[in-house]
């Protein structure tokens, strides 16, 4: 049988010390929340004893977050999609939305958040806003003249 030796670090995928850091928390006040030892938060937070949910749980309580938090960075902003991959990476997150799918809403978005950030002229005629609307297929303008 082969031994494996514990891990000098949290599990991968979980943010616990960051989260601790960010609310200065140390092992020995986190543990007084939690109403365990800091021995014992050290060795869940190192790997030497398994995080279970009720450990998962009791961590989130202590930190005033909810359990998923957990599993996210904590230095990330949720409430801002920031740039192009992260809207595609919202995208391809929606269920039932295949792939042709995220490329056309990505593309209404695109167009919509860069005529949205176009200087507007100061006149309200429509013949000065831009024109985002897509030629229909086989319009007048678009078939050859014969």
Known sequence: ??????????????????????????????AEK???????????????????LDWLRAFAAALNVHVSELFLPPERDLSRVADDDEILALLRRIGGL?????ELAFTVISNHLSVSQSPRPSSSSADDRPDTSTPRRGSASSRPRS
């Open 1 to 30: 049988m082969v031994k494996t030796r514990p891990t000098d670090k949290q599990p991968d995928g979980v943010f616990i010390i960051e989260r601790m850091e960010k609310a200065r928390l140390n092992n020995k006040l986190i």
């Open 34 to 52: 939690m109403e365990t030892s800091d021995v014992n938060v050290s060795r869940l937070l190192t790997g030497k004893r398994g995080l279970d």
């Open 98 to 102: 295949d792939e042709r799918g995220v």
